[in-house]
């Protein structure tokens, strides 16, 4: 394989030197208009999710910008100074600058990226990136025999280590689908209060539209993107921690949420939070469909709270002493994963047969 060591490297200012320019695209300035059934990507001041601080609807086409270019991150919590190549159209949000050059690639891209992101720390959130700093940002590229970047070579490495990452995943699926759990309709079922399972609580009082822009998940009454309507910045407070289940009282929609997070609360369409120490993000994604099922019931003008969830019933597969099978609940979705995984595999043309 290609290895770094094995091409001259030498230092280019980001902007100019046949290297890029700056787009001067029309950017999105706020993200509290960011709704959880939106189809546009907005890319704003997080390089978590490739930039993504979530979607914005159809009426804000007028702000879409082509992809294959990279994002520099302005400001923002944690990562100011970073940088995400975007292949695909999106729209920017006032907290990126969007740079191009001719000879950009997804791959050469995703290489400079990470040369790029090596240096953030030059940043911080009371030193922020302008179009001024960035025009006099450098950085160390592997070069070619003219002395210029040498594109192929990060191209090339790039693919290399893609194509290792991919194989690795291929007899990864190939293992996992060998042992495929018992089918639904063969396992014994068995119904238990929700309250018995989980401890149920709310989140404190808050709402999305007193935070900043940042890297953290608020999550609040909705059917759609795991109930995210858009990404915060933290203020003085804890996260709500992740490894539960959100539903929310308006409409029963219910999701795992995997990392912490900041949820709704307070008077009104308050998410409930439910924790059991016995789930993981496979069996709570399989429970969190069942009660979704169960939920769906509810409505503005029957809204659910922490008592009428508590009494809610579900059946769920049960082991041979009557206990919830958190096993195999887990077997079960990664096998319904590992069924997609494969479709995707087969469609980007690994054989697995």
Partial sequence: MLN???REWKTFNLIGDNMFYIDDVKTFKSTALV???GVFDIVGATSKNNGNVGFLPKQYSDYLTNG???CL???GQGSVGDAVYKQGAFIPSNNV???RSSWLNRYNGMFIVAEINKQADRYSYGYIRNNSRIRKEQLMLPTADDGQPDYIFMEQYIREREDKLKQKYIDFVKAELETPPTPLEEKKWGEFFIGALFKVKRPKA?????YKEGSYPFVASGNFNNGVIRYCELRNESPDK??????SPVDGSAFYQKGDFLGRGGAGSSILLLYCANINEYSG???ARLIRQTCSKYNYGKMGNQDSIKRERILLPITDDGNPDYEYMEQYIKALMFGKYKKYLEYQNCLIP
């Fill in 285 to 287: 994604m399989f429970i």
């Fill in 73 to 75: 991150i302005k400001t």
């Fill in 206 to 210: 808050r709402s999305e539209k007193d």
């Fill in 97 to 99: 600058c969007v740079i």
């Fill in 4 to 6: 770094l060591n094995d």
């Fill in 242 to 247: 992740g490894n539960c289940i959100t539903v």
């Fill in 35 to 37: 709704e959880s059934d």
């Fill in 68 to 70: 294959n270019c990279i």
